[in-house]
């Protein structure tokens, strides 16, 4: 079974500083991993995903996440938080299987503030 | 940009009603989700449907829950006997197929029973 821990369910930062949202997981199969974004009232937005290739992610908004395999990890990055990136933000993992639904199984998320 | 459409964006109900919560997936994926997000809790996966069936469920969807796409353009979530603890935001995603694995969600309806 799969599961994602969202380190912090709260997380606040200044704007202009770095923006550090910390995701593990467990597969026991090679994960595909994403991010997943929520402004207040609005449904879930895809911030980026790694599947295969390069470990390094580039998404939207000027966010990253880098997969790590040692330490199972999916770590959402910005170098500079901006007044819009106030929202929760969500590390799901999917399996990769064979003939899979790719259901997502969700951390529990994490709130970022950003104070001006 | 085509998006995931979702109705009602809150449906309050009373307990021991059947409610309907329609979805109108992106026209060309193939791929259906629902999820439910509990009031403080995860987003938690229900059921996946694909080829006019249902591909996988979770412990979670018991008799009480079905879905249909009756017409091939809606996809629905039936609760045919509401209890309280079915209160949550349930959200839609679909999905195309092939190596594009992201899925997109609508904006979700909350569902309030009381």
């Known amino acids: 079974a799969q599961s994602v821990t969202q380190l912090g369910s709260h997380v606040s930062v200044s704007e202009g500083a770095l923006v550090l949202l910390r995701c593990n997981y467990s597969?026991?199969?090679?994960?595909?991993l994403f991010w997943y974004v929520q402004y207040p009232n609005q449904g879930l937005q895809l911030l980026l995903k790694?599947?295969?290739?390069?470990?390094l992610v580039k998404g939207i908004n000027g966010f990253e996440a880098e997969f790590k395999k040692s330490e199972t990890s999916f770590h959402l990055t910005k170098p500079s938080a901006h007044m819009s990136d106030a929202a929760e933000y969500f590390c799901a993992v999917s399996d990769e299987g064979g003939g899979s639904n790719y259901k997502l199984t969700f951390g529990k998320g994490t709130l970022l503030t950003v104070n001006p | 940009e085509p998006e995931v459409t979702q109705t009602p964006s809150h449906q309050v109900t009373q307990m021991g009603q059947e409610v309907i919560l329609r979805c109108v997936p992106i026209?060309?994926?193939?791929?259906f989700y629902w999820y439910r997000q509990i009031l403080g809790q995860k987003v938690e996966f229900l059921v996946s449907?694909?080829?006019?069936?249902?591909?996988?469920k979770s412990e979670i969807f018991d008799d009480q829950f079905s879905v249909e796409r009756p017409d091939g353009s809606n996809f629905t979530l039936k609760i045919r006997s509401t209890k309280l603890e079915d209160s949550a935001m349930y959200f839609c995603a679909s999905r195309v197929t092939g190596t594009a694995y992201e899925q997109y969600f609508g904006p979700g309806t909350r569902l309030t029973v009381t």
């Open positions: 790694y599947t295969t290739g390069a470990t």
């Open positions: 449907f694909y080829n006019n069936e249902i591909s996988e």
């Open positions: 597969s026991s199969v090679p994960p595909y």
């Open positions: 026209s060309n994926h193939l791929y």
